[in-house]
């Protein structure tokens, strides 16, 4: 069975951009999750979605936003990009929401540098 | 006080030892536990879940969950060069968020 995948893998963008990054869990996952990673703060939830709702949302500013689609695909969007969004972005997937517990498993993450 | 924590090391281990990591948590994080093992410059490979208190073994990882004083623990049998990587704890939190730990770096030396 294929692995959580993520394009792109490597993106460079200059401030004020925006960007689109993409998520195709694994098959059968419904739930879709996005965590921010940087030396400083660690890996950081940044929202899941589950049935094309979302279900929780991490503590960052509007600027990051998501969707999911009907089939599970999922894609996050960061506005107005600035200098402290250089970050690995990680997908993850579960069978199920996380509130009951699933396990998740991560793609191989979207690295982002803004310029 | 962060929902899950960690030492973040490095913790030296010869090679065939038994690495010992723990991870706490706050009462903020308490339905379940999971343990995973991130290369560097690799993303994140879940090892082991863990939900109910005691021990669970696989391979040469066992995994303890203590929730009456709030820790977990993961050991790694006859530690092997290919274990060095950093090794996060993660809790879900009543929101049903996934808190990350900062991570443990191990480094078994030959």
């Known amino acids: 069975k294929a692995g959580v995948t993520q394009t792109p893998r490597y993106l460079i963008k200059t401030r004020g951009q925006q960007v689109t990054l993409s998520c195709s869990p694994i098959?059968?996952?419904?739930?879709v999750s996005w965590y921010q990673q940087t030396p400083g703060q660690g890996l950081q939830f940044l929202f899941e979605?589950?049935?094309?709702?979302?279900?929780n949302k991490g503590n960052f500013p509007g600027r990051f936003s998501g969707r999911q689609f009907s089939n599970s695909r999922s894609e996050m969007n960061v506005s107005t990009l600035e200098l402290g969004d250089s970050a690995l972005y990680l997908c993850?997937?579960?069978?199920?929401?996380?509130?009951?517990?699933?396990?998740?498993?991560f793609g191989p993450g979207t690295r982002l540098t803004v310029t | 006080q962060k929902e899950v924590e960690q030492n973040s090391g490095p913790l030296s281990v010869p090679e065939g030892a038994i690495a010992s990591l723990n991870c706490t948590y706050s009462?903020?994080?308490?339905?379940?536990f999971f343990w995973y093992r991130q290369y560097s410059g690799k993303s994140p490979e879940l090892i082991m879940s863990i939900y109910s208190n005691g021990d669970k073994e696989d391979g040469r990882f066992t995994a303890q969950l203590n929730k009456a004083s709030q820790y977990v623990s993961l050991l790694i049998r006859d530690s092997q060069p290919s274990d060095s990587a950093t090794y996060l704890c993660a809790a879900t939190d009543s929101w049903g968020k996934l808190q990350f730990g900062a991570g443990t770096q191990v480094v078994v030396t030959p």
């Open positions: 979605y589950f049935s094309e709702t979302q279900r």
């Open positions: 993850a997937s579960s069978l199920g929401p996380l509130d009951n517990g699933r396990e998740q498993y």
């Open positions: 098959s059968g996952h419904r739930s």
């Open positions: 009462d903020r994080v308490s339905q379940s």
